[in-house]
T-cell receptor, first 112, second 111 residues
Framework: DAGVIQSPRHEVTEMGQEVTLRCKPI?????LFWYRQTMMRGLELLIY????????DSGMPEDRFSAKMPNASFSTLKIQPSEPRDSAVYFC??????????FGPGTRLTVL | GNSVTQMEGPVTLSEEAFLTINCTYT??????LFWYVQYPGEGLQLLLK?????DKGSNKGFEATYRKETTSFHLEKGSVQVSDSAVYFC??????????FGRGTSLIVHP
């Protein structure tokens, strides 16, 4: 298995632009997680899905952030409009129920 | 709610030194406990786990024992290598299946 796939690996954009991060979970996994990692705040859980349904989005910082999972093999995290304080590494992770969580390589986002 | 507390880093050691990274937790019930490792530029990957009290998880020379009486899961390695330089995360997972992570501890090993 290729593991969790994220794209792009690096994204540099200007303030106010829309940013879309993509994730393909491991086949057969029914949980998908989006995290944000910064030096100041560490690893933060933004949102997670179970069987493509968003279960808890209480970690989403504000309405500028949205996430979707249209099918079992694809999820997006969108930031619109982006701000410099959104600069971070965003990770996607997937797991089966009760199983080990597997992380993708991350997307390093820089908002200028 | 659940929480995980790790020692502040960075931890700086010479090659072949003994490593301990402390981790304590707060949780209801009987959570599973994990150590993840993050190498530079990569995502987190599972290093070891323990699912019940007194279990010892081990992998790549690292060990951690689930101590319910002290609510701890300290990570140890007898002889670290430069290639062990990374950030180490302690985590727990309770009945909700959603992990709670610590802040991470950076380990720097010098030749």
């Amino acid at each position: 298995d290729a593991g969790v796939i994220q794209s792009p690996r690096h994204e540099v954009t200007e303030m106010g632009q829309e940013v879309t991060l993509r994730c393909k979970p491991i086949s057969g996994h029914d949980y998908l997680f989006w995290y944000r990692q910064t030096m100041m705040r560490g690893l933060e859980l933004l949102i997670y899905f179970n069987n493509n349904v968003p279960i808890d989005d209480s970690g989403m910082p504000e309405d500028r952030f949205s996430a979707k999972m249209p099918n079992a093999s694809f999820s997006t995290l969108k930031i619109q409009p982006s701000e410099p304080r959104d600069s971070a590494v965003y990770f996607c992770a997937s797991s089966s129920t009760g199983g080990t969580q597997y992380f993708g390589p991350g997307t390093r986002l820089t908002v200028l | 709610g659940n929480s995980v507390t790790q020692m502040e880093g960075p931890v700086t050691l010479s090659e072949e030194a003994f490593l301990t990274i402390n981790c304590t937790y707060t949780a209801t019930g009987y959570p599973s406990l994990f150590w993840y490792v993050q190498y530079p530029g990569e995502g987190l990957q599972l290093l070891l786990k323990a699912t019940k009290a007194d279990d010892k998880g081990s992998n790549k020379g690292f060990e951690a024992t689930y101590r319910k009486e002290t609510t701890s899961f300290h990570l140890e390695k007898g002889s670290v290598q430069v290639s062990d330089s990374a950030v180490y995360f302690c985590a727990l997972r309770g009945g909700s299946y959603i992990p709670t992570f610590g802040r991470g501890t950076s380990l720097i090993v010098h030749p």
